[in-house]
């Protein structure tokens, strides 16, 4: 069974950092595509990063310059690095997989398999 759990959010100010983690299990990170989403209250939600099982990286143009996307082999887990937040960053953040392992695409439609989100808030 994937199961896919995400932790590292929390409240930052303008500026900061914050590293998201998401721990898989059931399925090894590098032969999905996973990907970070995130949504804001009132908003749809919006594709973040994506790595697929080659290694190959997509950013939404929002985050490119200042998020990175990686994962750890040897603890099966995806992470989120996130520099300079800005308040327009603030929502949940989920963490997805999809067993098209070469897609590269930041639409949610494509994800099979989803983490239950952490809230990342950004003050000015």
């Known amino acids: 069974q994937v199961q896919l759990v995400e932790s590292g959010g929390g409240s930052v100010q303008a500026g900061g950092s914050l590293r998201l983690s998401c721990a898989a299990s059931g399925y090894t990170v590098s032969s999905y595509s996973m990907a970070w989403f995130r949504q804001a209250p009132g908003k749809e939600r919006e594709g973040v990063a994506v790595i697929n099982s080659l290694g190959s990286l997509t950013y939404a143009n929002s985050v490119k310059g200042r998020f990175t996307i990686s994962r750890d082999y040897a603890k099966n887990t995806l992470y989120l690095e996130m520099n300079s937040l800005k308040p327009e960053d603030t929502a949940m953040y989920y963490c997805?997989?999809?067993?098209?392992?070469?897609?590269?695409?930041?639409?949610?439609?494509?994800?099979?398999?989803w983490g239950q989100g952490t809230q990342v808030t950004v003050s000015s």
């Open positions: 997805a997989a999809n067993p098209a392992s070469l897609r590269l695409v930041l639409g949610s439609r494509e994800y099979t398999y």
